[in-house]
């Protein structure tokens, strides 16, 4: 038994070796998809605040990027990509100093990123990775009602910055299978209520995803 056991230990140390003499710097494609959990969000107006409580939903997104890898160690081991995002949440509630009411309609968020990540090698396959991400967010809040009325049917292109953190494991010297989180946030939407009233509200999404990259 033990050495079948250590046989297969060398299996794997020389599959990982191999996997690392054929990483190379170069661009790769991505894509991840996953559970989205967005804080509460309190309103501000002239009227007066309320809080805006989401359901848990879904996002995902697509990114095409550049692996650095060690051909560049005057910048640095790790990725530069472009990330468009889509995350989506029912609005569950709405609390106003009366108390919470229940609430219909959603959130949703359109999000065009540029990240830097830097990575952390350990090992030949794995990949800790931390980043940091600027860009635009569409925020849009959609056919939101309570008590039976339009409470807020509208949208804004905000500037947006993110986290990144995850663990990537090298399968291939093409594929990367990803485990990471990103927290989100934004300056304050500007919207109108179904009133007409202009209000801003905080703004901050959490996620926390699986995704794929080919290299190529």
């Known amino acids: 038994m033990r050495r079948y056991i250590l046989i297969w230990v060398a299996g794997l140390l020389l599959a990982g070796s191999s996997v690392s003499a054929m990483a190379a710097s170069g661009p790769y494609l991505g894509g991840h998809f996953g559970l989205v959990m967005l804080d509460d969000a309190k309103n501000h107006s002239d009227e007066g605040s309320f809080i805006f409580d989401f359901e848990q939903g879904l996002g995902g997104g697509v990114t095409l990027g550049f692996d650095l890898d060690d051909d560049y160690p005057h910048i640095g081991k790790g990725r530069i990509e472009v990330e468009l995002g889509y995350r989506q949440a029912d ?61 807020v049917d509208d949208d804004d292109l905000v500037f947006a910055f993110q986290v990144l953190a995850g663990l990537g494991v090298k399968l291939s010297k093409t594929l990367t299978w990803d485990i990471g989180y990103r927290w989100l946030s934004s300056t304050d939407p500007e919207l109108v ?24």
């Open 91 to 151: 609005l569950d509630s709405v609390e106003f100093d009366e108390g919470p009411f229940d609430a219909d309609g959603d959130v949703t968020v359109v999000s065009a990123m540029l990240n830097t990540i830097a990575e952390y090698r350990h090992g030949p396959q794995w990949r800790p990775y931390l980043g940091l991400g600027i860009g635009a967010a569409q925020v849009s809040l959609n056919d939101t009602t309570t008590f039976g009325g339009t409470l």
């Open 193 to 216: 209520d179904g009133l007409g009233e202009e209000f801003d509200f905080d703004f901050s999404a959490h996620q926390l995803s699986l995704g794929l990259r080919f290299s190529f």
